[in-house]
């Protein structure tokens, strides 16, 4: 077993955390270290019976919890997030482990989810109910804001620690219990979080975090009926597979799905601002979330003046081991994300598109790919339609406003997209245009947990961050007072 030199060895947890209690099962699934093949951990095996047990806990937690004040909650949610600053080093070397993208965005993401967890501990006192003027003279409308009941989340392996910050954050702050699946591959940074909460205050059987057979563990997630709401980030496939399996008991669903995002660079961009944009949107977690650039539309008349900025630009980056200082690429997370770039590659090519910058298969070792650029890319390429979670950059010319917009527009997806342009009319006439859930001007990065993340289409339902992000885990009361009679 690899020892990762941390401060807290004890953050490093392999158990599930289970009820207020680390518990560890008979069989057990390696957590391998994407940049050397090491397997760094073996976490349980569970499935229906041990799900029932947390969902039972978190019901019986969430009473007490859910009658603090707002106040005391957001106390606890603050220790917890305050906590996971300052063990930001430890945290960020067990994500990197586990996940493999680089120490510097590890590092960043332990703030992005640590901030999740403080912005909806302060939302919780921001609970506000209503009153509506009574329809009938002796009649009183309040409508009062309660929580949902027990959630479950099942989060995916690009953001081992955000996914949870975001999906716990609103539950715990709205009074509610959850329990947690975390993907199989990445397990580690969401244990680590779990020996935080407790040490914040978070009560036992509260939180459970389990890890197994993902069929087995929704399975009783969505037909357990004391369950009153799931969120999901993931895949489009499993997303609509859960969505069915709620609608038996009629349970909430939130969903942040698959992406295709188009970036645009209009004619009137700000060429060196467009390049810094398409690299860190392009190339962020290896390029490895549902946010990233997936298709960039350059207008013809900055087209060639844009590629050979961004071939340099590209050819700047550092693959390597995330644990190394300085690596900007890291590994993908295993061999089917190897796959689908080489043929997304492959299938652009033989199509007509020209490669730039031939990255591909690196010598670092199996999960590792060089950032490749391809440039005229057509639109008849699978780039074209599919994401590719991946270090590819295809690089396809338009040539007016108008069409530039409809090829960005041309997906079942809508989850981000983005646009370079200076000209305020047509600032605002794609920002208008674009049929997506979040969209970035002038910048590649979106992510923060203050505004509302979610997507439109097959890009999911519900918003995740934000005042927005709390209402999904809050039931409205319409609570009607009558026999008020009027004065004399
Ligand atoms: N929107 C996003 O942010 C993400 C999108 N994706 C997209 O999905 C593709 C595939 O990635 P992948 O990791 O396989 O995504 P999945 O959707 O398979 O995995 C996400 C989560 O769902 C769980 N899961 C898998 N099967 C089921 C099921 N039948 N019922 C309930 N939960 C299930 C996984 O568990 P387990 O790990 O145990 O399999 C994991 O916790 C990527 O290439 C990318 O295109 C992937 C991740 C995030
Ligand atoms: O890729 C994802 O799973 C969504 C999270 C991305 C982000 O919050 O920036």
Redesign the pocket.
């Known amino acids: 077993m690899t020892d990762l030199g941390l401060s807290r060895p004890d953050l490093f947890q392999q158990d599930c955390y289970l009820a207020g209690e680390w518990t560890g099962a008979g069989e057990r699934i390696p957590v391998v270290n994407p940049a050397n093949g090491e397997t760094i951990a073996n976490v349980p095996k569970m499935g229906a019976s041990e799900t029932r047990k947390a969902i039972a806990a978190a019901e019986e937690a969430m009473k007490p919890w859910a009658a603090k004040t707002a106040r005391e909650r957001a106390g606890v949610m603050r220790r917890w997030a305050d906590l996971m600053r300052e063990h930001t080093e430890d945290l960020a070397i067990i994500m990197t482990a586990e996940e493999g993208k680089p120490l510097k965005e590890s590092r960043g993401e332990i703030e992005y989810s640590a901030g999740f967890l403080e912005w909806f501990g302060e939302e919780a006192k921001r609970i506000y109910g209503d009153t509506i003027p009574g329809h009938q003279p002796d009649k009183r409308i309040f409508v009062l804001k309660q929580p949902v009941g027990v959630c479950a989340a ?6 081992p620690s955000a996914m949870i910050g975001r999906k716990v954050g609103p539950a715990l702050a709205a009074g509610c219990g959850m329990v947690i ?5 990445t397990p580690l940074s969401a244990f680590a979080m779990c020996v935080l909460a407790e040490e914040a205050g978070v009560p036992k059987g509260l939180l459970s975090c389990l890890t197994g057979s ?2 087995e563990i ?1 399975g009783e997630m969505t037909s357990n009926f004391a369950v009153r709401k799931l969120s ?4 489009t ?3 609509s ?2 969505m069915e399996q709620c609608a038996a008991n009629i349970t909430k669903i939130s969903l ?4 295709n995002a188009p970036f645009l660079v209009f004619d009137d961009a700000d060429l060196d601002d467009a390049v810094a944009g398409a690299i860190s949107c392009k190339f962020r977690n290896a390029g490895q ?2 946010v990233c650039a997936n298709r960039i539309y350059v207008q013809a008349g900055i087209y060639d003046a844009f590629l050979e900025k961004f071939e340099q630009a590209v050819r700047a980056l550092k693959v390597g081991n995330g644990s190394d200082e300085g690596t900007d690429i890291g590994p993908l997370i295993d061999k ?2 190897i796959e ?1 770039v080489k043929e997304h590659r492959r299938d652009a090519v033989d199509k007509g598109a020209r490669v730039l910058v031939e990255g591909g298969p690196s010598e670092k070792g199996d999960l590792f790919y060089a950032p490749t650029l391809l440039a005229d890319v057509p639109t008849s390429a699978k780039v074209s339609t599919e ?1 590719t ?1 991946g270090p590819l950059a295809p690089v396809f010319k338009f040539d007016s406003e108008e069409e530039g917009i409809r090829l960005a527009n041309d997906t079942v997806f809508g989850l981000a997209a983005y646009f370079y342009a200076r000209d305020y009319a047509r600032v605002m006439r794609v920002a208008e245009a674009l049929e997506y859930g979040i969209v970035g001007h002038n910048t590649g990065l979106i992510s923060t947990e203050v505004a509302p993340f979610g997507g439109v289409k097959q890009s999911g339902l519900g918003r995740e961050g934000s005042k927005y992000g709390i209402e999904d885990y809050l039931e409205i009361k319409y609570l009607c007072m009558s026999g008020i009679e009027p004065r004399g």
């Open positions: 099942i989060t995916p392996w690009n953001f699946k975390p993907a199989t591959a993902a069929g929704a999901f980030t993931g895949s496939e499993v997303g597979k859960l942040e799905l698959g992406g979330t549902c089917d994300g689908k994401e979670f």
